[in-house]
């Protein structure tokens, strides 16, 4: 591996990074011929009738072919992401692995009613608006041409996709991520300043902390 693209990964915080190099792989690997995308969606009966549970997880590892809409949502999971773990989960890797699950199994659940086999978009957007909603009074450059608020920023990223991918299925799953980020925001951020606690489904188990030695909470 070359010392710069090492150096570059290597900034990067390991969850991020884990799943980077996972999506990456999956895409060349596709593009390689060396599986195909039948091999990796995920339906229920796929992955639990016919005994193929891996489909659970590929679906969240596969962003499509290389493309411009590639690039755009890659570019996009990786970015806010990367400043999640950075700044509202740093020092907690549990906290924020169990954000990821915890948002992928509600984004399984939801998604026989949209019928999308892959899952990894709408997880990205999760990320990208659980992170505008905490960054209520930052402004966003989108390419140099367009600023908004970052709580507009999951919308404005929704609409580009839906003009890069030229149909509204493009959007109704990164929306649908939008929804499972709200939900997690909801029953955190909301449910703290509310009543003062948050939704027993977003709190990390004893067991993911102590997998990753991360100190009680």
């Known amino acids: 591996m070359p010392v710069g693209l090492e150096?570059?990964?290597?900034?990067?915080p390991p969850i991020t990074r884990t799943w980077l190099i996972a999506a990456i792989g999956t895409s060349l690997a596709v593009q390689c011929h060396l599986v195909t995308p039948l091999q990796l969606y995920f339906s229920f009966k796929s992955a639990f009738l016919n005994m193929q549970p891996w489909r659970a997880i590929t679906t969240f590892l596969y962003f499509g072919p290389l493309s411009i809409d590639f690039v755009f949502h890659l570019f996009f999971f990786m970015r806010y992401s990367r400043m999640l773990e950075e700044s509202s989960f740093a020092g907690r890797k549990?906290?924020?692995?169990?954000?990821?699950?915890?948002?992928?199994?509600?984004?399984?659940?939801l998604s026989p009613l949209f019928t999308l086999p892959f899952l990894s978009s709408p997880l990205a957007f999760t990320l990208v608006y659980i992170w505008s909603r905490r960054q209520p009074a930052m402004r966003i450059s989108l390419?140099?041409?367009?600023?908004?608020?970052?709580?507009?920023?999951?919308?404005?990223?929704?609409?580009?996709?839906?003009?890069?991918?030229?149909?509204?299925?493009?959007?109704?799953?990164?929306?649908?991520?939008?929804?499972?980020?709200?939900?997690?925001?909801?029953?955190?951020?909301?449910?703290?300043?509310?009543?003062?606690?948050?939704?027993?489904?977003?709190?990390?188990?004893?067991?993911?902390?102590?997998?990753?030695?991360?100190?009680?909470?």
């Open 94 to 109: 549990a906290d924020y692995f169990w954000l990821l699950c915890t948002s992928a199994s509600l984004l399984l659940l």
């Open 143 to 217: 390419f140099g041409i367009l600023t908004v608020s970052a709580p507009y920023l999951p919308i404005a990223l929704v609409a580009i996709s839906w003009v890069i991918n030229g149909t509204w299925r493009a959007a109704a799953s990164d929306l649908m991520g939008c929804v499972v980020g709200h939900a997690w925001y909801f029953g955190t951020d909301v449910m703290v300043r509310e009543v003062g606690g948050q939704m027993p489904w977003t709190k990390t188990p004893a067991f993911v902390q102590r997998w990753f030695n991360d100190p009680a909470r």
């Open 7 to 12: 150096a570059w990964l290597s900034d990067i």
